[in-house]
């Protein structure tokens, strides 16, 4: 069997169950061994296959710009920093994430977990008092299954990327977010539109069929 993905075909394969390993992480190596944005983010050197999310949020709403100023949070491993600084340049990114990332030439990296207490206090002080043209958040918290608490879980961690975007954007800066299918809590979506001009729920096809996740693009921050 193969999969067909941006005019090439990838091979699958079947992994076997062994004793000593649980259906469920069976399933999850399988997917990974088949899923053909794996497969394109080992040949094209990403990091991971997150790329092509923000790579089709950039091809549909067309974001990104040389010397633009980007914050990214949640950014670990790392690959939409890698693929955002060839678009912005170098020195024009400033990354945080909980988890290690490992160095990208022309981002600044910031490990700490961003609901922690001094965490914003932490990234004004590395910004300085600039102001930034995009922040883009791929915050997630750890899903629990229980499709109600992860989507709340989620909004808050959205909302507190948003509260901070609010603080650090320039005029007509752009604010990018993950959510849990399920949309934004009205409460959440109201503050986007009345923050930005334009607001767009967008599901990337590289993100797989069977999540619950999306993006809200925000443009054209009012100030």
């Known amino acids: 069997m193969s999969i067909k993905t941006s005019g090439r075909r990838y091979k699958t394969e079947k992994v076997k169950t062994a004793k000593f390993k649980k259906t469920s992480s069976t399933k999850w190596l399988q997917r990974q061994i088949n899923d053909p944005y794996v497969q ?16 089709e949020i950039d091809n ?5 710009k040389q ?8 950014s670990a491993p790392g690959g939409w920093s890698q693929v955002i600084v060839e678009k912005v340049g170098k020195n024009n990114i400033i990354a945080t994430d909980i988890l290690e990332m490992k160095p990208i030439s022309g981002v600044i990296f910031l490990q700490q977990d961003f609901l922690a207490k001094d965490a914003t206090k932490n990234l004004l002080q590395v910004i300085k008092n600039e102001k930034y043209d995009i922040v883009m958040s791929d915050l997630a918290a750890n899903t629990t299954g229980d499709k109600k608490t992860d989507h709340i879980r989620t909004t808050i961690l959205l909302d507190e990327a948003l509260n901070f975007a609010l603080t650090v954007l320039k005029p007509k800066g752009v604010f990018i977010g993950k959510i849990f299918q399920g949309g934004t809590e009205p409460e ?26 999306m993006y809200v693009v925000a443009m054209n921050f009012k100030n």
């Open 40 to 55: 394109q983010a080992k040949e094209k050197g990403y990091r991971c296959r997150a790329v092509f999310k923000i790579l």
């Open 60 to 64: 549909k709403f067309k974001i990104f």
């Open 67 to 74: 010397g633009q100023k980007v914050l990214d949070l949640g």
């Open 188 to 213: 959440l979506f109201n503050k986007l539109k009345q923050n930005f001009k334009t607001v767009k729920h967008f599901k990337p096809e590289s993100s797989r069929k069977d999540s619950v996740e």
